[in-house]
Nanobody
Framework: QVQLVESGGGLVQAGGSLRLSCAAS????????MGWFRQAAGKEREFVAA????????YYADSVKGRFTISRDNAKNTVYLQMNSLKPEDTAVYYC?????????????????WGQGTQVTVSS
C-alpha cells in the first residue's frame, strides 16, 4: 500500500511559479513510477508528467513541456513538480499518483494509488 499526500498548491499570477510536493508512505516508494495529473473544472483528468523508478526518465504532456519539471527524491519518499511560467489554463486540481510497475504510462487508469489533490489557481 502507498499513501500519497500532495502540498504546495495555491494562487499565483500568470508567469509565476509553484512547486508541488507529494509525500509517499511505504517502503517501496523507489519501486513505483510516479505521475502528476490534473483536472480542471468540468474536464477529464489529464496527464501532466511522469518519472521512472530511478528518476532517470521523465515524460511530459506537450502542454507543459519546457515549463514543468518532475523530479523525485527516493531517500525522502517524495516527488516534486516544479511549475514555471504558469498560465491561466494550468488552473486545476493537481493529483499525485503511483504505479507499482516499472513501465511508465500516461493514462490515469494505469495508476494504482492517488493523493487527495491540491488546487492550483493561476490568475491572469
Amino acid at each position: 500500500q502507498v499513501q500519497l499526500v500532495e502540498s504546495g498548491g495555491g494562487l499565483v499570477q500568470a508567469g509565476g511559479s509553484l512547486r508541488l510536493s507529494c509525500a509517499a508512505s511505504g517502503r517501496t516508494f523507489s519501486r513505483h513510477v510516479m505521475g502528476w495529473f490534473r483536472q480542471a473544472a468540468g474536464k477529464e483528468r489529464e496527464f501532466v508528467a511522469a518519472i521512472s523508478w530511478s528518476g532517470g526518465s521523465t515524460y511530459y504532456a506537450d502542454s507543459v513541456k519546457g515549463r514543468f519539471t518532475i523530479s523525485r527524491d527516493n531517500a525522502k519518499n517524495t516527488v516534486y513538480l516544479q511549475m514555471n511560467s504558469l498560465k491561466p489554463e494550468d488552473t486545476a486540481v493537481y493529483y499525485c499518483a503511483a504505479r507499482s510497475t516499472i513501465l511508465v504510462v500516461t493514462s490515469p487508469g494505469g495508476y494504482n494509488y492517488w493523493g487527495q489533490g491540491t488546487q492550483v489557481t493561476v490568475s491572469s
